[in-house]
């Protein structure tokens, strides 16, 4: 099965910022809402923020006003600016597409955020 493809983790100290980017084949992206999650050790999976094909966005309020979620239709990909970024940040972040055939999962990329 076809899964987006995260890119741009890694470690930064505290304060500092990252991209990640999530490409996808056209049938996954496609007019679909797409999301990023995350997951710390020993806890459960949770949504960091969310975007629809048409731009509209939400966000965890763990990170609001610190991330920014865009998607670029044209190169079917999605991205995560973070900026401002604190220890608890720390997680293993996962790109999802919510196709109508169900929810498609990235492999995941890694970021740590040292204080």
């Known amino acids: 099965q076809e899964q987006p493809v995260e890119s741009g983790g890694g470690l930064v100290q505290a304060g500092g910022s990252l991209r990640l980017s999530c490409a996808a084949s056209g049938s996954i992206f496609s007019m679909n809402p797409m999301g990023w999650y995350r997951q710390a050790p020993g806890k459960q999976r949770e949504l960091v923020a969310a975007i629809t094909s048409g731009g509209s966005t939400n966000y965890a309020d763990s990170v609001k006003g610190r991330f920014t979620i865009s998607r670029d239709n044209r190169k079917n990909t999605v991205y995560l600016q973070m900026n401002s970024l604190k220890p608890e940040d720390t997680a293993v972040y996962y790109c999802?597409?919510?196709?109508?055939?169900?929810?498609?999962w990235g492999q995941g990329t890694q970021v740590t955020v040292s204080s």
């Open positions: 999802n597409a919510k196709t109508a055939y169900g929810s498609i």
